[in-house]
């Protein structure tokens, strides 16, 4: 079956501590893998699309990679407003539609 | 440069009514598609239109619901016989085709009481 999970559930960080969310999927045939960041009340923002093992992707504090069975997003020293869910979702090549994990809710603390 | 709209942005019915969410993708784009999300969970798949058809529908619950996509731009997503576990918010998204970035709207919250 088609999966996508997220480690951890949550996470609380100092502001400047650096660390990687994960992301773990068991799909045949990926097409695509998405990182979005989602703020309470908000729909999903799109922060990367990965479609092979060993592409990096880079956009201010925050590197996605992917591997074959997963993909990370490390957060180098993070500021308070990087507080918020990230979500992962991936395509297959299959089928159109999307399969997002259940999230990591991050929290920055000044 | 708008993005993607919903409206409404809340809706609050009673169980058994019939209810319509309807979403304005970002204009030329071709694929567009629906979800639920539910609290602390991550975005549940329920439908992809690629142009006017709906080119996957797997992931409807039932056949209490049903989405339209008749010219190919607005979307609305129809609810029959809402029971409170349809409670959720609705998000739709639309992107410039298959597996590639999508752009959500806020959503819609839907309560059923």
């Known amino acids: 079956e088609d999966q996508v999970t997220q480690s951890p559930e949550a996470l609380r960080l100092q502001e400047g501590e650096s660390s990687s969310l994960n992301c773990s999927y068991t799909v045949s045939g990926l097409r695509g893998l998405f990182w979005y960041r989602q703020d309470p009340g908000k729909g999903p923002e799109f922060l990367f699309t990965l479609y092979s093992a060993g592409e990096e992707k880079e956009k201010e504090r925050l590197k996605a990679t992917l591997t074959k069975k997963e993909s990370f997003l490390h957060i180098t020293a993070p500021k308070p407003e990087d507080s918020a869910t990230y979500l992962c979702?991936?395509?297959?090549?299959?089928?159109?539609?999307?399969?997002f994990g259940p999230g990591t809710s991050l929290s920055v603390i000044p | 440069g708008a993005g993607v709209s919903q409206t409404p942005s809340n809706k609050v019915t009673e169980k058994g009514k019939y209810v319509e969410l309807r979403c304005d993708p970002i204009?030329?784009?071709?694929?567009l598609y629906w979800y639920r999300q539910s609290l602390g969970q991550g975005p549940e798949f329920l439908i992809y239109?690629?142009?006017?058809?709906?080119?996957?529908d797997s992931g409807l619950p039932n056949d209490r619901f049903f989405a339209v996509r008749p010219e190919g731009s607005v979307s609305t997503l129809k609810i029959q016989r809402t029971e409170r576990g349809d409670s959720a918010v609705y998000l739709c998204a639309s992107s410039s085709g298959p597996a590639r970035e999508q752009y959500f709207g806020p959503g819609t919250r839907l309560t059923v009481t």
């Open positions: 204009s030329g784009h071709t694929a």
């Open positions: 239109f690629q142009g006017t058809g709906a080119a996957d």
């Open positions: 979702a991936v395509s297959k090549t299959s089928y159109d539609k999307v399969i």
